[in-house]
């Protein structure tokens, strides 16, 4: 089979197609012919030597295979969750070793979800990591109906799904953008849209139960005016150093870190949202197989709205 092989960590000229044997799958695994892969801007910073490097179980061994979002068809299995035929999704492995800029994947079973046949491998591998994270994090804050929720980057990867997830959850939502992408974020159901380069976040809102940062540090410290006191704020990219914890508790705010995990029952929910039309998937571009840098040029620039995938 083809795979896309990070030879060291750096440019994305380390990134090597190379011919591999297919991998053998273990109890409770299945072999997956991958027809679509997500780009995250996690797999651009694990290639030049972050990302799963620092915070999950993985080495800096030569010849890696990036890559966590699939979606394909399974060809093998040893597990009862999923027969040969079956169309599939997930995140597999994270934060680890996913192998899927390849061919065929050995995936853990638990990890996957069936596809919904409403839509298609693109938008299924796109609807893998981005939508666990922004989950994951909302289920942790405890967002509630009536919840004045704020989204940095609601026109991105993670943002554009946690708008519609929190819509879900009964949440008022207020989305942060540039003005070029307002009419997107609203088209995600959200309530209020704040254009980050020309509106002050504390003229422009108040009264926030729960911010979710997609950004960095500088944005929690700016947020702190408009959070009531009591309220939450996570982060998916922040860890919380003393002086950004002092200052949270300061005003009486629960400040945490979240790193999305795999996990096959949250894949599950998101199918079923994905099925009846209430998630939806926005891709901005795809790439082939052989575009892998194209990609991860493209996720580094840091304006990518939606998502980007590479189909196999």
């Not at 092989?5 to 997956?32: F, H, K, S, W």
């Not at 890559?67 to 680890?96: C, H, L």
């Not at 400040?255 to 998101?270: E, F, I, P, T």
Request: proline letters at 3%; aromatic letters at 6%; charged letters at 20%.
């Amino acid at each position: 089979m083809k795979a896309i092989i990070l030879v060291e960590p750096g440019a994305t000229t380390n990134l090597v197609m190379r011919d591999i044997a297919v991998p053998q799958i273990n109890n409770d695994e299945v072999l997956v012919q991958v027809k679509s892969i997500s780009i995250n801007p996690v797999d651009a910073k694990t290639r030049q030597g972050g990302g799963v490097y620092n915070y999950g179980n993985v080495n800096k061994q030569a010849d890696l295979i990036l890559g966590w979002d699939i979606a394909g068809i399974v060809i093998a299995t040893n597990s009862k969750r999923f027969d040969i035929g079956d169309e599939v999704f997930g995140m597999v492995n994270f934060p680890g070793v996913g192998n899927a800029y390849a061919e065929y994947v050995a995936a853990p079973a638990e990890h996957l979800a069936l596809k919904p046949g409403n839509i298609s491998f693109e938008e299924a591998a796109a609807a893998t990591l981005a939508p666990l994270t922004a989950l994951q994090v909302l289920r942790e804050a405890g967002v509630k109906p009536g919840d004045r929720v704020l989204i940095y980057a609601a026109s991105g990867g993670v943002g554009h799904y946690a708008v519609q997830l929190a819509k879900e959850l009964g949440a008022y939502v207020i989305g942060t953008s540039s003005a070029a992408n307002k009419q997107f974020v609203l088209s995600l159901g959200a309530d209020e849209h704040i254009d980050y380069n020309a509106q002050n976040l504390a003229d422009a809102t108040h009264d926030i139960d729960f911010v979710m940062d997609c950004l960095g540090p500088d944005n929690i410290i700016k947020s702190l005016p408009v959070i009531k006191n009591g309220g939450k704020v996570m982060s998916i990219v922040a860890q919380f150093n003393e002086n950004l914890i002092a200052q949270l508790k300061a005003k009486n705010v629960i400040g945490k870190h979240l790193l999305v995990q795999s996990n096959g029952k949250d894949m599950a929910y998101l199918a079923g949202l994905l099925g009846n039309g209430k998630l939806r998937s926005h891709i901005s571009k795809s790439f082939g197989f052989g575009q892998m840098a194209d990609a991860h040029q493209q996720i580094e620039t840091g304006r990518t709205v939606g998502k980007i995938v590479v189909n196999v």
